[in-house]
């Protein structure tokens, strides 16, 4: 079965670095991949998408990559602040006709320090 | 535009007690789906509708029903609780072929049976 995974234990960064979380999948071909952010007691976000012909994607501070060869994402987040930390969630995508449906990740814990 | 609303945001039932939540969107989205999302386990799909009068069963729809009888509203009914029911429930969003937008959530329901 498909499974995708991401780190469940919580990383800890300095203010100012650069965070990097990981997803990793199997048995899975995504035409999409998409990254959102959750903060406690709230839904989740959406930020970022990126498909399966794109290597990278920028919007302001987060850059994600897309190596469907090592079925692999990674999300950076470039002089991270406190205000980032958040839990991170990426969720795997394609397009049928019943909807442009997602399957996500357990998400990872982002605690930034100042 | 409020997005995404769920009601009722906490509820405590008895085993064997039924109980409906509602979403509510007024983004004139064609897709909604109900989550379930549960520590180390992440967001599981219960059911999703791509239209009105239409609805699926997602990965994990046992105990569960819907109805979609207005394209703004999506029901999740639960006819006998069960504590292994217990969780926060989301409802999600989205418009048709429009991925690059991702999901709108709404806030959650947190659903306690004892």
């Known amino acids: 079965s498909q499974k995708i995974e991401q780190n469940s234990e919580a990383l800890n960064i300095q203010e100012g670095k650069t965070a990097t979380l990981t997803c990793n999948y199997t048995?899975?071909?995504?035409?999409?991949l998409q990254w959102y952010r959750q903060d406690p007691g709230r839904g989740p976000v959406f930020l970022l998408l990126?498909?399966?012909?794109?290597k990278e994607k920028r919007k302001e501070r987060l850059k994600v990559t897309f190596d469907t060869t090592l079925k692999q994402s990674l999300f950076h987040i470039t002089a991270s602040q406190p205000a980032d930390s958040a839990t991170y969630l990426c969720?795997?995508?394609?397009?049928?006709?019943?909807?442009?449906?997602?399957?996500f990740g357990g998400g990872t814990r982002l605690m930034v320090k100042p | 535009n409020a997005g995404v609303t769920q009601t009722p945001k906490f509820r405590v039932l008895k085993t064997g007690q039924s109980m409906t939540l509602l979403c509510a969107q007024d983004?004139?989205?064609?897709?909604m789906y109900w989550y379930r999302q549960d520590p180390g386990m992440g967001l599981r799909l219960i059911h999703y509708?791509?239209?009105?009068?239409?609805?699926a069963k997602g990965e994990v729809p046992d105990g569960y029903n819907v109805s979609r009888l207005k394209k703004q509203n999506f029901l999740l009914g639960l006819e006998s609780a069960a504590p292994s029911q217990t969780s926060v429930y989301f409802c999600?969003?989205?418009?048709?072929?429009?991925?690059?937008?991702?999901?709108?959530f709404g806030s959650g329901t947190r659903l306690t049976v004892v």
């Open positions: 969720a795997l995508g394609r397009f049928n006709n019943a909807g442009n449906m997602l399957t």
């Open positions: 509708s791509v239209g009105e009068g239409t609805t």
């Open positions: 983004m004139n989205h064609e897709y």
């Open positions: 048995n899975y071909s995504p035409a999409y």
């Open positions: 999600a969003s989205s418009d048709r072929g429009r991925a690059n937008y991702g999901y709108t």
């Open positions: 990126i498909r399966e012909n794109e």
